[in-house]
């Protein structure tokens, strides 16, 4: 199970890497469509909704299959037609961000996460928080939860790609 996780954890990162270094400052920075983020502001908020605190906050033993939750959160997360509205607390900060900065921030999130993947007791339920209509994770849950949401974000970063480095 952890082998399996921290593969999928791994190659979302390395996705979300490369496409962030393929673009410049410039384009990181541009709003490629109306009322859209740029690609700046999706990776800070893939960085906001990242946060591993969660997964090293209060948990307790759980008497279901820890991953039973995952396949629902694949389905929803993964239609790209269904458009989502970001919660308040993980909406990206407006303004410029140097391509470095971003970078940096990406890859300390997704150390984090991948410690996290190698390190907790994926078995547990976490208990400080629920994402509404889905009841509590266990760690494992929101490992994927994680990992699922930046794939989500890595079809939008694609699209921002295609709309402000391809035009």
């Not at 209060?58 to 993964?78: G, N």
Request: with cysteine; hydrophobic share 40%.
């Amino acid at each position: 199970m952890r082998q399996e996780l921290l593969r999928e954890v791994t190659n979302t990162g390395d996705i979300l890497q490369q496409l962030l270094t393929s673009f410049d400052d410039e384009q990181l920075n541009k709003v490629p469509f109306e009322d859209s983020w740029t690609a700046a502001q999706v990776a800070s908020h893939i960085c906001k909704a990242g946060d591993c605190g969660i997964l090293y906050g209060e948990a307790v033993p759980t008497d279901r299959q820890p991953d039973e939750k995952i396949p629902a959160v694949k389905s929803l997360f993964l239609n790209f037609d269904i458009k989502m509205k970001s919660p308040d607390m993980i909406v990206p900060e407006e303004g410029y961000m140097p391509k470095e900065a971003v970078l940096e921030d990406i890859a300390a999130a997704w150390h984090k996460l991948t410690t996290a993947a190698n390190t907790v007791n994926l078995t547990e339920e976490c208990t400080d928080f629920e994402v509404p209509g889905f009841g509590p994770f266990t760690r494992l849950e929101w490992i994927q939860f994680i990992n699922i949401h930046t794939q989500r974000h890595i079809h939008q970063l694609q699209r921002i790609y295609d709309t402000v480095v391809k035009a």
